[in-house]
């Protein structure tokens, strides 16, 4: 490693002595050996668990030296087993599970690569390694062969001496994962779960962290379901199939029920009921064998359980699909709607759809190359792997109770998938349930949650269901918190007005214009704290602007009564800024859309998503005369505004509305300053 170790490095390798590795070790071994990257990185744990390049360069050549020696490769097997005839034993690296035989009330091994399956192994040595009955797992094995026993009938001359695992068999892992977090602060350690598949955090943005981390999730949380759509080469099945033995990867193809759930001749149980996670790889050329392969799979999403013949089984394997865009995001979403990918029985099935608990925006994670991966420490992933699976008996979704109040626009299955989201997120970032979740923590989790839950949502309200209509999703930290709403980042523009309202004090206005100024669309964002008086932070302020700010404030303070109640704006200072999204720069004429940012920033409380504010009042709190009010409706419409608040003088020239703009605007009218701000606010 030429690069000293960094902060988190020291923190890692001091916290998790043993159990962390240098992630460009194993990348010297990828492909070379016919065993699983966690096998080669559990021997690298081993061996090379230190910060000293003169040990490190010793365990490589021990860890090169065992897998060359012990590792079958194709078409080797007998020659493994002649050896161990001619030298009486052999070690090697495999996969063991065992059986009873009721037969001879003896336990009998497997091992794959040498094509062996009554290999003879002492009842003390299953017991102290149980997982090979459930599954078994990878170890190093002395394999012995007895002539004598080869001469008898029926005999089994291999028999297994010795054993040392690699998987990790011992259950006790997660009280050392606890113990190690503590040395970690939150960003440390999202950035050290991130090294420990392999990436690089730095060589991410924020927003990519944050996807990678949604990708573990299915690890963490029983039955969760993710849809995870984007660009070629983000490495979006490498989780899946690298780093954990609990998951499986299912490619492209014919899928089978049978192997999917439950072998009704044999009663053989499928992939979600062995595995914590199948993840189905280009799920654009999967389908099953059965009509009825995709109820099947819809039932066991909802509730974990699925029926064939008389038995009802359940199961806690998650669903995990992942696919590819051939054009980008934006032209998805131009000819059709963000699950088009999916195969023809599910793309456009919305029951489907509300079984999916997260949408993973695939575009938003970079394309895996030499300059994203790390050459830090990160945890062992077989490590790392079983503290996952242990975190799936624990449910983190009582944090949120007391805490978060999620929005009015929330079904039940959309409450669901957001609590499931957050509850894994919170696994991942703070292991530890006796250690309490900060407000930033849980607000964090909460709006990736609510984020990916309602991408699901604007896809359903795409392929033109009326039940779906309402995706303003929101939510609320503790009692007095401020409503604060969450977007799908694809789906807005910087400018163009947004359906869902914006945060107290900030309001989309329009200028009239007049003399050589077109009409223009601004955001007026206010904010308060203590003090007195309006602070205009443009420097210079245009004069317009400043006019149209002098005139709310003063109509604020005069009738304060009736807009904010007993709140006394003369306490609060206001902050006051303007921005332009057109060539209109003045900011002449707005003082309505001021007077009313200024009453919500002091209320806190919302306007409505998706509302434009026209009208100017003069320090009387007269309303005035907007000129071009056809004008102001139509630049509404092609910015993306649902409604337009209008002075009540301007009604009578919307007359002349051509029926197209009066059909996709609605216009309220308004007589004051007080009845305009009773319409605007959120309901």
């Not at 499928?270 to 595995?275: A, F, I, N, T």
């Not at 306490?571 to 004429?589: I, N, P, Y």
Request: charged residues 25%; contains cysteine.
């Amino acid at each position: 490693m030429s690069e000293p170790l960094d902060p988190i490095d020291q923190i890692a390798t001091r916290a998790f002595e043993g159990y962390v590795v240098r992630k460009d070790l194993v990348r010297k071994f990828k492909g070379q050996y016919p065993v699983p990257t966690y096998v080669a990185e559990f021997l690298l744990g081993r061996y090379c668990s230190s910060v000293d390049e003169e040990e490190i360069a010793e365990g490589l050549k021990i860890v090169e030296r065992q897998l060359g020696e012990k590792t079958i490769r194709a078409g080797e097997h007998e020659l493994f087993k002649a050896r161990a005839k001619e030298k009486g034993h052999v070690k090697l690296i495999d996969i063991i599970t065992a059986r009873l035989d009721s037969n001879t009330d003896s336990f009998l091994a497997t091992l794959p690569s040498v094509q062996l399956k009554d290999v003879r192994i002492s009842e003390e040595m299953v017991h102290a390694n149980e997982r090979m009955l459930t599954g078994g797992f990878y170890a190093e094995v002395e394999l012995a062969y007895d002539p004598t026993i080869a001469q008898e009938k029926n005999g089994r001359p291999f028999g297994i001496e010795n054993m040392r695992e690699i998987q990790l068999s011992k259950r006790e892992v997660l009280p050392t994962l606890y113990a190690g977090r503590e040395a970690f602060s939150t960003e440390e350690w999202k950035d050290f779960l991130i090294r420990s598949i392999g990436m690089e955090p730095e060589k991410l943005t924020p927003r990519g962290r944050d996807m990678i981390l949604l990708r573990m999730v299915p690890f963490v949380e029983r039955n969760y379901n993710v849809v995870e759509l984007g660009p070629r080469g983000t490495g979006k099945s490498h989780l899946f199939q690298q780093i954990s033995p609990y998951a499986h990867l299912v490619s492209g193809g014919k899928s089978s029920v049978a192997r999917m759930f439950v072998n009704n001749s044999s009663g053989q149980r499928g992939l979600v009921c062995q595995y914590d996670v199948v993840c189905f790889d280009e799920i654009s050329g999967v389908s099953f064998d059965q009509k009825d392969g995709v109820n099947i799979m819809k039932g066991y999403m909802e509730s974990g359980e699925f029926s064939r013949g008389k038995e009802s089984i359940r199961a806690d394997g998650g669903m995990v699909m992942v696919g590819n865009f051939d054009v980008d995001v934006q032209h998805q979403q131009r000819i059709g709607h963000l699950f088009g990918p999916l195969p023809a029985e599910m793309r456009d099935d919305t029951a489907f759809m509300d079984r999916i608990h997260a949408y993973l925006p695939g575009w938003d994670v970079p394309k895996v190359s030499r300059e994203v991966l790390t050459d830090h420490f990160g945890l062992v992933s077989d490590y790392l792997s079983e503290c996952w699976n242990q975190l799936r008996r624990q449910s983190r979704q009582s944090v949120m109770q007391g805490r978060a109040h999620l929005g009015g626009a929330l079904s039940g299955r959309d409450t669901t998938g957001v609590m499931k989201t957050v509850s894994g997120l919170i696994k991942l970032v703070s292991p530890n349930p006796e250690v309490p979740v900060s407000d930033e923590v849980l607000e964090w989790a909460l709006r990736i949650s609510l984020e990916c839950r309602r991408r699901v949502k604007e896809q359903q309200k795409r392929i033109g269901s009326a039940e779906f209509r309402n995706t303003q999703f929101s939510y609320t930290l503790g009692d007095e918190g401020v409503e604060k709403f969450v977007s799908t980042p694809e789906l807005y523009s910087e400018d163009s007005i947004g359906s869902d309202p914006l945060p107290p004090g900030q309001v989309w206005v329009m200028s009239p214009g007049g003399g050589d100024e077109n009409p223009g669309l601004y955001r007026v964002d206010i904010t308060e704290g203590p003090g007195s008086g309006v602070k205009i932070l443009n420097q210079p302020a245009p004069p317009a602007f400043k006019e149209s700010v002098r005139c709310a404030e003063q109509n604020l303070y005069v009738r304060a009564k009736e807009l904010v109640g007993d709140r006394d704006p003369r306490q609060h200072e206001f902050s006051v800024q303007l921005r332009a999204f057109d060539s209109a720069k003045s900011g002449a004429g707005v003082g309505v859309g001021v007077l009313l940012a200024l009453c919500s920033s002091l209320v806190q409380k919302s306007l409505k998503g998706g509302l434009m504010i026209t009208g100017s009042l003069n320090l009387g709190g007269s309303i005035e005369t907007i000129f071009n009010p056809v004008s102001a409706v139509e630049i509404a419409v092609e910015k993306g505004a649902s409604s337009i608040l209008m002075p009540i003088s301007s009604r009578r020239q919307l007359n002349d509305l051509p029926d197209e703009m009066a059909a996709r605007i609605t216009i309220l009218y308004y007589f004051d300053a007080r009845d305009a701000l009773l319409k605007a606010l959120a309901q």
